[in-house]
């Protein structure tokens, strides 16, 4: 069972706030101010295609971190993107375009619901990246491609802009880097990335979460495609420039050995931001994936994020070396895929 029914925010994820981190005093209204700021400029303009297996640098091996922080930039420059919002639409045109020209199959998961505050018809689209689509063993890589409607758990200034530079824009960074490794990489699955939306469109208490996954996850129950997803991996909040991401307790009791095993290939990459301990209970879209879908599925989300909800979730508070660090994982585990336990 998940934790006692959760309050507001809680409801969608979280047993307790994140602890708050310090920022040094040496960044502010100091001379030395400029000792800093050139070496962050020096340390941003170095060569930033990262070889991801020691030093062995092949072309399948090597993510562009520059890269994938521009995307990232790119994606909170449209500004918020909540369901049904032009933000939103114009983020999808992004996505679209972007993995329609690296070659992957693109389609559309579309369905309406009510307005959580006018009732009025809000049109959701899951959107899912396929990537050698004729395999019928696939693993989904999935994340939710919405931003909150406002930071409400911003202190002064809850009802400010919200960018969801690492709450939204993220995960969906990380895939459209990861995106120009897919064709030379060599997956032992066919593999989908999936955008969900609708994740949070809420406003107040009770409002609900996660109807993208939902949807997607009945839709794959209720009408079963000819392939079979073996598992699911989730990336949430993944691009925090001090990552650190735990074993999430709802994938440790819902998807135990996979859990393990995108851990294990932390550990054989030598990703050390993978901590390999329970920590936080968190609801999130790999619970319908779990529950409905019948996916295993587990969540990889740095629950410590300070800026969580605020709007100081910003670019700046992410890193092109974070999304970095969680592509190596995956792409190492993409291409060791547990065998999957028949019944
Ligand atoms: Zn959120």
């Known amino acids: 069972m998940t934790k006692p029914a959760p ?7 979280g047993d307790k706030d994140p602890p708050r981190r310090r920022v040094p005093t040496w960044l502010f209204g100091s001379s030395m101010v400029l000792v800093p700021i050139v070496m962050l400029t020096l340390a941003f303009n170095l060569p930033t295609q990262e070889t991801l297996e020691g030093d062995e640098k092949t072309s399948s091996t090597v993510f562009n971190s520059r890269r994938a922080s521009d995307y990232l930039l790119k994606i909170c420059r449209i500004g918020p993107r909540p369901s049904g919002s032009a933000g939103m639409a114009e983020q999808q045109k992004l996505i679209t375009k972007h993995f329609t020209d690296l070659g992957a199959d693109v389609r559309y998961q579309p369905f309406d619901v009510a307005h959580p505050l006018t009732g009025s018809p809000v049109r959701m689209t899951n959107i899912v990246v396929s990537w ?4 019928k063993e696939r693993v989904v890589l999935c994340c939710h491609y919405d931003t909150r409607p406002f930071p409400d758990r911003d202190f002064y200034n809850p009802r400010g802009k919200f ?12 895939f459209m880097e990861l995106g120009h490794r897919m064709k030379q990489l060599k997956p032992t ?7 969900f939306d609708g994740e949070e469109l809420v406003y107040r208490k009770g409002d609900k979460y996660f109807w993208g996954s939902e949807y997607f996850a009945k839709q794959y129950r209720d009408n079963p495609p000819p392939y079979k997803y073996h598992y ?16 999430e307790r709802n994938s440790l009791r819902l998807a135990p050995n996979l859990t393990r095993s995108v851990f294990e290939a932390a550990k054989k990459v030598r990703v050390r931001e993978f901590i390999p301990r329970a920590k936080h209970e968190v609801r999130d879209d790999h619970l319908a994936l779990n529950e409905i879908a019948r996916i295993p599925c587990c969540d990889l989300i740095d629950f410590d994020y300070k800026y969580w909800h605020t709007t100081r979730d ?17 792409m190492e585990w993409l291409e060791n895929v547990p065998q999957p336990i028949r019944p």
């Open 7 to 13: 309050q507001n925010e809680s409801q969608k994820r």
């Open 132 to 135: 050698n689509p004729e395999a």
């Open 232 to 247: 699911g991996i989730l990336v949430d909040m993944i691009g925090d420039r001090r990552l650190t991401i735990f074993m």
């Open 163 to 174: 960018v969801g530079a690492n709450d939204g824009a993220s995960g969906v960074a990380l």
């Open 314 to 330: 910003v670019p700046s508070q992410c890193s092109g070396g974070s999304l970095m660090k969680v592509a190596k994982v995956l």
């Open 189 to 195: 699955f066919g593999v989908d990335f999936i955008f």
